[in-house]
């Protein structure tokens, strides 16, 4: 059973306790007020009054009672969406580690200058060539030897946009 029907449960059986324990004392005191009006005063013969035999403890003691049933209830409703949001959280942390590992493992089958053109585009992904050129401090004739390397092992892309080439990362990093 999940958390949400638990939830809802405990909060009806909450609320079927405190009504019922509301009724009983309606009818309680219903009664107490007929016995007063039957004797035209709440002193019994032996003087006391008929409001202090009241034992009202076990009323309080209940509405405590459904009252800590209802909040369970609550919090096990409250408790569901958390626990959902806690688990998104944690899976979104587990795809980012799993991506910066094959990031990291992609990076050790790369020379330095592949390496510092792969962080680049993956830093901004669609750079121009030109770009690239000047972020890697790598020499125009250079660039283009590594980024035909890295295009052959199916890593980038270019994409030509007028006089220059825009790259982008084939594969998901």
């Known amino acids: 059973m999940d958390n949400k029907k ?6 009806v059986i909450a609320m079927l306790i405190a009504g019922t324990v509301y009724l009983v004392k309606v009818r309680q005191n ?15 013969e032996d003087g006391t009054c008929l409001h202090q035999n009241e034992n ?9 009672f459904a009252a800590a049933i209802a909040s369970l209830g609550v919090y096990l409703l409250y408790f569901e969406k958390s626990q959902k949001e806690i688990i998104s959280t ?10 910066d590992e094959k990031f990291e493992i992609l990076m050790k089958g790369l020379d330095e200058d592949e390496k510092k053109v792969i962080k680049a585009i993956k830093e901004q992904d669609g750079i121009t060539q030109q770009t690239l050129r000047l972020r890697t401090d790598l020499h125009k004739s250079k660039l283009s030897i590594v980024l035909d390397g ?9 994409i030509p946009e007028g006089k220059t080439n825009k790259v982008f990362l084939k594969i998901r990093l």
Not at 30 to 44: D, M, N, P, W, Y
Not at 91 to 99: L, P, R, T
């Open 30 to 44: 219903s009664i107490l007020e007929k016995v007063i009006a039957q004797q035209g005063t709440c002193f019994l």
């Open 150 to 158: 890295l295009e052959k092992k199916g890593l980038l892309k270019r």
């Open 6 to 11: 638990l939830g809802i449960m405990l909060i």
């Open 56 to 64: 009202s403890g076990w009323y309080y003691a209940i509405w405590v």
């Open 90 to 99: 944690l899976e979104k942390h587990k795809k980012i580690q799993v991506d």
